[in-house]
């Protein structure tokens, strides 16, 4: 089955420890990305990468790193989370930018204390 | 200020009745998205418009892209329970922008 698949669901952490997200996509997609979505300002994107090595920032990248060192892997890194960071997350591919549907993963629902 | 304005932000209606969302901007797109999201989930596309009023339908669900290219619309008629979600717009020009979305209840 064609997935995006995200990990973990949820995520509780505190202020300053470092987190990763894990992203994977299993269509041979070259273009993934991670969006942020905040009630009342849908989704932003932090990041995109447009294929292996490739990677670009979106419009709210601060406080977060990402790689894509293979195709179908596309981590979050927060480094130092903090509470303003705490919001659904969600990592998407598609064929290429512009270039058929995004495929979205279920979200991971982070909580910065 | 989002690229994408929707209208309303929240609709709740009784099942059989019609419904419709507004997706606006002052920006021109080559091609228009609409997704649906259910709760626990993310986002599934519904349909991609590409062509200025063009109109496209897809069971009880209309969409159409403005003529100008600049705004859309999701009519749907009979609404059923299943309609349920939060429906969001997406526009393409360089790279894709998110509206912040319109939350339907349809009530059974």
């Known amino acids: 089955e064609a997935q995006v698949t995200q990990n973990p669901r949820y995520l509780i952490t505190v202020t300053g420890k470092k987190l990763t997200v894990t992203c994977s996509q299993n269509?041979?997609?070259?273009?993934m990305s991670w969006y942020r979505q905040d009630p009342g300002l849908g989704l932003r994107q932090i990041y995109y990468?447009?294929?292996?090595?490739?990677?670009d920032k979106g419009d709210v990248p601060e406080g977060y790193k990402v790689s894509r060192k293979e195709k179908r892997n596309f981590p979050l890194i927060l480094e130092s989370p903090s509470p303003n960071q705490t919001s659904l997350y969600f990592c998407?591919?598609?064929?290429?930018?512009?270039?058929?549907?995004?495929?979205f993963g279920n979200g991971t629902r982070l909580t910065v204390t | 200020t989002q690229l994408l304005e929707q209208s309303p932000q929240f609709l709740s209606i009784q099942e059989g009745e019609n419904l419709t969302v507004y997706c606006n901007s002052s920006s021109v797109f080559s091609s228009l998205q609409w997704y649906r999201q259910e709760p626990g989930e993310g986002p599934v596309l519904l349909v991609t418009?590409?062509?200025?009023?063009e109109v496209k339908k897809l069971k009880r669900l209309t969409f159409q892209f403005g003529d100008a290219r600049k705004d859309s619309s999701l009519h749907i008629t009979a609404a059923q329970p299943g309609d349920t979600g939060l429906y969001l717009c997406a526009g393409f020009d360089y790279k894709l922008s998110f509206g912040a979305g319109t939350t339907v209840t349809v009530r059974a």
């Open positions: 990468s447009m294929n292996v090595e490739v990677t």
């Open positions: 269509m041979n997609h070259e273009y």
């Open positions: 418009v590409v062509t200025g009023g």
């Open positions: 998407a591919s598609s064929l290429g930018q512009g270039r058929g549907p995004l495929h």
